[in-house]
């Protein structure tokens, strides 16, 4: 074999090893919080000096085993309703403070987990849905047992947006849900997220075909699975899905594919100049008004 045979072997090769390692990257980097946050105590004590209502650490185990840990906010004035708060991606607990504010404010008991592989909470890897939503249905059981809760609700905001919408076939004690910024299907945002990186359709999907396959045979799950799209479509619970139209993390077009599988139980309310989940900034008022309106009908 010639040198430059050689050399063209050694090129082709290496294209070929870094095309399956790439997606093998980009699949890790998203199915794991490699720096958590820690649950800040002083954030609970701070909200309960504010609404006046007691706060308490509570457990569940999950179906594989994992603990996931909650605070749990109880209103002085207690309306029967309970709300369980989904954050982000790489977020915690205490990114839906402010909405727990208003909602404890309004008589609502609250319950703010961190999601798997979050915060305080157990697992490493993230499923976006697929077995989180195993997990709402575990917080709901916790949530109903408890004396004087008699009606449930939901609202998150992206990825636990999305998780509380998936958990819906399974938990048929939900009475309505708001959906800040999620998405339609996770492989659907998986190429936003490339062609937000400068990759067109046809050069990410050979990314997120292997990326997909490499998670099915190391990890067990299909993200194709990732799907609030499939579970919003026979639906008859209530869906209040808000989006900012300036969204460049997941579009607004997630929000209206959904809107568009079941008018009927859904309601869209797209915020003029917000961005990603910055729809209670934007707008706090409006943003108070129609989430405890659409509860209390």
Not at 58 to 82: M, R, Y
Not at 199 to 222: E, N, V
Request: glycine share 8%; net charge neutral; hydrophobic share 45%.
């Amino acid at each position: 074999m010639t040198r430059t045979s050689r050399t063209i072997l050694v090129a082709l090769l290496s294209m070929a090893l870094g095309g399956l390692l790439l997606p093998v990257v980009v699949v890790e980097g998203n199915l794991h919080v490699f720096h958590r946050s820690a649950a800040w105590t002083p954030g609970a004590d701070t909200l309960t000096r504010e609404t006046g209502a007691p706060w308490e650490d509570v457990k569940i185990q999950a179906a594989d085993g994992e603990t996931l840990d909650a605070w749990l906010f109880t209103p002085p004035h207690p309306n029967g309703a309970a709300v369980i708060l989904l954050h982000g991606v790489v977020d915690t607990r205490m990114g839906m403070s402010a909405h727990a504010d208003f909602l404890l404010r309004a008589g609502f008991t609250v319950l703010t987990p961190d999601c798997r592989g979050h915060g305080a909470s157990g697992g490493n890897t993230l499923s976006y849905g697929i077995r989180d939503a195993d997990d709402v249905h575990r917080w709901a059981d916790l949530l109903m047992a408890r004396p004087g809760i008699r009606r449930l609700y939901g609202l998150g905001q992206s990825m636990g947006a999305a998780i509380l919408i998936e958990a819906l076939p399974r938990e048929p004690r939900l009475r309505a849900l708001v959906a800040d910024c999620p998405f339609a299907t996770f492989e659907e945002v998986a190429y936003d997220r490339l062609e937000q990186r400068g990759l067109p359709p046809l050069a990410a999907w050979p990314i997120i075909q292997i990326g997909f396959a490499y998670t099915r045979l190391r990890y067990g799950f299909d993200l194709r699975e990732a799907s609030p799209a499939a579970a919003i479509r026979a639906t008859r619970v209530p869906v209040l899905l808000i989006h900012g139209v300036d969204d460049q993390n997941i579009p607004i077009r997630h929000s209206r594919e959904l809107h568009a599988l079941n008018p009927a139980a859904t309601q869209l309310w797209e915020v003029a100049g917000a961005g990603h989940i910055s729809s209670l900034r934007i707008q706090p008022d409006a943003y108070r008004e129609r989430v405890l309106a659409f509860f209390r009908q």
